[in-house]
């Protein structure tokens, strides 16, 4: 267990709508990444904050968006979902989010749109 | 531009073989560091090891060891005595010393089938 919770685990929509994820980091953390795993693109980086601010943009479609709380929770938000969406969709924290800092990584989130 | 190759796709082996892993690498900086993950079916992705630009030494962890080589960027991970469990997906990524950000650049991944 890496610490990093997510949620929920699975989630079935339709093409069109909107979903909300969810992410604890590790205690401590500060940093908390999203990516984007699917079968033909492998792990794609789409976002990091840091202390509840943006720090660094991947390839994050702009129908994406993302924030981080005080609590230091994250959420990813995908919106007008097409079936290319479909995907394993991971968080990750780190300490300080510098570069020698290992991500450790959540659970994931299965996303499929129909 | 910061790249990680595994050319390796998929790879077969027999319990007891011992298997290698490619990971090759390119990036400007002389300062980054290099990690390796592990998905099994299951799907949660496991940290094995972080190492940096500055520490060529090979590295041992039990049946696991890691070869890292400068002159020819690459991070090559061995497998011993490989066992059924080992069946996963590996991942090699790469991270940049910018105090700003930690952007990971993964590598495809390599699967591995340990068959009885």
């Known amino acids: 267990d890496s610490g990093v919770t997510q949620t929920p685990k699975h989630l079935i929509t339709a093409t069109g709508q909107r979903v909300t994820l969810r992410c604890s980091p590790r205690?401590?953390?500060?940093?908390v990444y999203w990516y984007q795993q699917s079968l033909d693109q492998g792990l794609q980086f789409l976002i990091q904050?840091?202390?509840?601010?943006?720090?660094a943009k991947g390839n994050i479609l702009e129908r994406f968006s993302a924030q981080q709380f005080p609590d230091l929770h994250s959420e990813l938000n995908l919106s007008s979902l097409e079936l290319g969406d479909s995907a394993l969709y991971f968080c990750?924290?780190?300490?300080?989010?510098?570069?020698?800092?290992?991500?450790?990584f959540g659970p994931g989130t299965r996303l499929t749109v129909l | 531009a910061q790249k990680v190759t595994q050319a390796q796709t998929e790879i077969s082996v027999v319990e007891k073989e011992d298997v290698t892993l490619d990971c090759v690498y390119e990036t400007r900086d002389t300062t980054y560091y290099l990690f390796w993950y592990k998905q099994p079916p299951s799907g949660e992705l496991v940290f094995l090891i972080r190492?940096?630009?500055?520490?060529?030494q090979n590295e041992i962890s039990g049946r696991y060891s890691w070869n890292f080589q400068k002159s020819t960027s690459s991070f090559n991970f061995t497998i011993t005595a490989s066992q059924v469990v080992d069946s996963a997906v590996y991942f090699c990524a790469l991270s940049e010393a910018n105090r700003n950000f930690n952007k990971f650049y993964f590598g495809s991944g390599t699967k591995l089938n340990v068959k009885p």
């Open positions: 904050y840091y202390n509840g601010e943006e720090r």
């Open positions: 205690s401590g953390d500060l940093s």
């Open positions: 190492r940096n630009s500055f520490d060529e």
């Open positions: 990750a924290s780190s300490g300080r989010g510098l570069a020698y800092n290992e991500q450790f």
